[in-house]
Structures are given as C-alpha cells and as structure tokens.
C-alpha cells in the first residue's frame, strides 16, 4: 500500500471532519443510474461514501473502495447492508473483470485507473467520472496540479470502438462542496 497516501488521507479526514459530513452525492449521479441495467455497483475512493449511500438507498450492491481507514471506518459506522468496503491502493489493486454494471469515481483523479475500470465493467456497464479541472476561477489551488484535468481531457481517454460516450459536461461544483472548484464528468457505456 503507497504509505504515504494513506497516510496523507487519514490526516485529511481526521483534521478536517466535515469531508466526513453526511452530504448529498453528486448531483449529476442522480441522473446516470438511470442508464444502468444492473445493480453491481463499485465506488472507486470512495471517501466518506455519500455516493455509496445513494446508490445503496437506490437499490445498487456496493463496493467501495478508498485508501482510508479513517473514511472506510466512518461509511462502516453508517451500518448499510448494502455497502461492502475495501481498502485498497489503487497503484497495485487488480479489480475482477466484467463483474460492475456501474462503476463510479469522483471529487479524485487516477488516470492510470481509468482503463482498469473500463475493463471491470459487464458489457453495457456504466462508467462515472467526474473529477475537477484547471480554472482560473478556481478557488483552491491544488497540492499537485497533476489532479487537474486539462480543458476536454477526460473525453480523450476513450475510444468509440469500446465504449459509447453518454453524457460529457464541465461546470463549476455543488454548493455544498467546501470550495468553488470547475469540474468535468463523463458517463461511458462499454459496448
């Protein structure tokens, strides 16, 4: 396991609680349940898993999987039946091919992930993505620009013979999010 992003994510969580605070999920997830056929569901750091609790309270199997102990132990005190929690490193984590009808990671940027998670979908399955982006008008500077999508750089991680491309966006953030960040999202079916 990368020690140090454990590490470093267990003092985010512990020194700044309210990222564990019960918050809406995303609202663009509300509408991507809706292109799924099943209900295998895997949230990729997945953090406090208030994207976990959702689709769990719409009827999804969960798999969540986050690099913290600390955000694990939080969704865990929370007692969902549906939910089921991992830790893992992402660096290193194989996850089980064709086996999520819908797989989602937000607010967290892996691109070498991106790929594997492609090939964790069932046919037809769903991939989520929304992460943020470089803006001038964003309103917290990130600790690596590295974590930041370049304008339109999420599309280019597809191609049109895998996988249907079902929605694309870039907008700025929830209200509820802590800063005034720009984000992009994209919804992926694999064919």
């Known amino acids: 396991m990368a020690i140090e992003d454990k590490e470093k994510w267990n003092k985010k969580y512990k020194n700044t609680p309210e990222l564990l605070a019960n918050r809406p999920q995303s609202y663009k997830l509300s ?12 949230d990729v750091a997945c953090g406090s898993g208030r994207n976990s609790i959702f689709l769990a309270n719409s009827g999804f199997n969960v798999t969540s999987v986050d690099i913290s102990e600390v ?7 929370k007692n969902n039946p549906k939910i089921k929690t991992q830790l893992v490193d992402l660096d290193t984590h194989k996850f089980d091919e064709n086996s999520y009808d819908l797989i989602i990671m937000t607010n ?10 492609v090939k ?59 800063y005034k ?11």
């Open 181 to 191: 960040m720009r984000k992009q999202a994209i919804a992926i079916r694999k064919k």
């Open 31 to 42: 509408n991507i349940i809706n292109y799924t056929k099943g209900l295998d569901a895997l």
């Open 108 to 117: 967290f940027l892996d691109r070498k992930a991106i790929p594997k998670l």
């Open 71 to 77: 955000a694990l132990d939080s969704l865990n005190e």
């Open 120 to 178: 964790a979908l069932k046919k037809e399955g769903v991939l989520f993505i929304e992460t943020y982006m470089f803006h001038e008008e964003n309103e917290k500077q990130p600790s690596n620009p590295d974590f930041l999508l370049k304008e339109g750089e999420l599309k280019s991680f597809f191609t049109e013979k895998e996988v249907e491309i079902l929605e694309y966006d870039e907008f700025f953030n929830e209200d509820f999010e802590l």
